[in-house]
């Protein structure tokens, strides 16, 4: 009896085990799409190590070769990296910032500095799109060039700075979009605007880079249309079509005149519109996580030149008709549309109502910056951490690819914001934008002269351009023009920060302007005293890693796809070839 008892307990527990373990099963599937959430925090599995490395490799080489080791996930697509590409990192530099500009420098100095600055950005995107194209899985993207090219120590400082400019603006952005709200709402407090802003940008960035791409594509989707609306009524209140009947034509060139500080001014517009464009170069930060970069990357690149075009040049040019110089508007330390050449622009010809659309439009550019900034920050960190610069625990990367560590820094530092109300807020982010910021700089001069030092290597070690995916269309031309003209802007910050116009020498001014000139270079030689590297030599052409990080590993069938290609380009009508030149 005891032993059919036992028998019928282990039966009934057996039973209850089914039934538990049917309704776990259930659970699980009703709950399907929570389990496979928290699961995607787990780290992504890789069973790659460092052991295995070669110890008699250098610096260079060991970099190169642990920034190739990718766990991103490719899942950009073209409408992404082109809406992006043209619409991306457009805000408060074009839309407020050019005011400040045209009133410092006059119209005449705006067009000169943003022509010499655009068309160096020009070349410079032309490098990154070659180095982006051939080396498309690097993590770090552009930031680990210098490393594998020039200088490990080169790409340290440069990596570390560009970083800090992004980990700034992420507070600084959301405290701007709190106070571009104060155009229709002043009831309500800062912090409040700031909690909801930073919510949202925490919510898209949990959703990885296919969440920031979505996000990112309808904000310069809206960004485009504003500016091509805006240049199509431009165009009308230019040629005398306003409704309060304004014709100026040329009258703010010569009166208040075209220059308003004469050479010096132009020299403080140049700086300013070498700030206005940074952002641009952010196409080699997103190599790592596109699809299909042979064809897509090339594409991107070629569309910066329409950005430039359109969205700066003509834009500009056409303010310049419709606002003067000497508007007293132009000196408001606002972030909002009551600041914006746009919004004087367009009041000038008697329009009311649209000031609030450009203001709607500088809110979501800003929300777009700082969305950004959370993207940026992260995938440089994952960089650094990747090549051994960082702590390790940034290089972690969960199953959803999104480098999570990297990202919860950024977001934990992006709390600053919170001062919003603080009468010390000014300070602060002066001085924290200060210590970054000559990174945009310091990033082209040396994507620039990674670029000629790649095609230095590819030589030395007999390879040419035939081996490339992309060749860019202004060479290594290009490349030294955008080195002298960085280097230019360089000296000219250093001239107008210590001396700024209309004063003598000025130490915070120049501290201000120019600290992030300072602290690249403490990064420089801070890694020489860590690695305890004095050579201050470059890396040798000979030893050059060209190859760790590419995607089109055979050559030959590299250069037969490419020449079929040319041959069907060759083969089409001209509108074709020229459609295919510029985009």
Known sequence: MKEQKEVEEKTKDLEADDVYHSIQGDVKQDFGFFSRFID?????????????MDTGLTDAQRTAIKTARNPMKQKLKS????????????GTGLFIGTGSALHTGGPAAVLIAWTLTGTMLYCTI??????????????GGFNTYASRFVDPALGFAVSWNYMLQWLVLLPLELVASSMTIKYWNTSVHPDIWVAIFYVFIVVVNLFGVKG???????????????????????IVLCAGGAPNGLNNGAKYYYDPGAFAAGFKGVCSTFITSAFSLAGTEFIGLTATETLNPRKTLPSATKQVFWRILLFYMVSLTIITFLVPSNDPRLLGASSDASVSPFAMAIEAGGISGLPSVINAVILISILGVANTSVYATSRVLLGLSASGHAPKILSFVDRA???MAATAVTLVFGLLAFIAASEKEDEVFTWLLSISGMSAIFTWLLICFSHIRFRSALKAQGHNVEDL?????SGAVGSWYGV?????????????????????ANVESFFESYLGFVVFWACYFGYKLWRKDFSFSFVPLETVDIQSGRVDMDVELLKEEIRQEKEFIRSQPFYYRTYKFWC
């Open 212 to 234: 920031y791409a979505e996000v990112e594509c309808a904000f310069s989707l809206l960004k485009i249309i504003a500016i091509v609306g805006f240049i199509i009524l431009g």
């Open 469 to 473: 995916t992309f060749v860019s269309q």
């Open 79 to 90: 409408r992404h990296l082109q809406l992006i590409t043209i619409g991306g990192s457009i």
């Open 484 to 504: 002298g003209v960085n280097v230019l802007i360089f000296v000219v910050t250093f001239w107008v920060s210590l001396f700024p116009i209309g004063e003598g």
């Open 401 to 403: 690819g999104r480098p």
């Open 40 to 52: 995607s925090f787990k780290p992504m599995p890789s069973d790659e190590n460092d052991s295995d």
């Open 126 to 139: 032309q490098a990154l799109g070659e180095l982006a194209s051939t080396f498309p899985r690097v993590l």
